[in-house]
């Protein structure tokens, strides 16, 4: 243990931010929480749409149609949380976060679109339990199933697709990963 007092330590700079970027930060930050509630409410009432019209009506049971919400929730929320999310680091960035190219976005975009079939795939095959369970039952299957679908896609090997850098953290400076 040291015995240096407090005042012998040399304080760590911290980067403080303009009143004009606290500003920008908050009104992204309800843009983004925007566009993640609109989502997910466009998505339910299109799912909903379909499944009590002609798309889906034969293969969502009655007590089934609440997995479909509850897919139509990570989905359009999903989305309307990334979309924004990923045109933000295309016009936004530093040294130690460099800006997001056409094509890794383009990429990230792909990543989230195939997410979200893989969202809406699961929420399916959870409504077919409401031909032999209860709405209830079948609502909490699904919230469980649908907000752990994303394990197995977490365990792919992500780089053998081209898309390592989609999903990887960025961990150190710019200068680092240039000399990787």
Known sequence: MSA???AERPEAQRSQRSFAGNVAFGAGMLLVLATATLGAFAAVALLGRAADTAPLSGLVPDDGHNALVVGGIAVGGLTGLMLPVILFGMVRGNEDTP???PGAAARKV???LVFDVWLLVVALLVTQ???LLPAQA???VAVFAVGFSWMPLAMLPWERFGLGDVFAKRRGS???RQAE
């Open 110 to 112: 792909l990543a989230v």
């Open 4 to 6: 240096e007092s407090g």
């Open 99 to 101: 800006r997001v190219g």
């Open 129 to 131: 339990l409401g031909w």
């Open 138 to 140: 079948t609502t909490v």
């Open 174 to 176: 710019a200068t680092s």
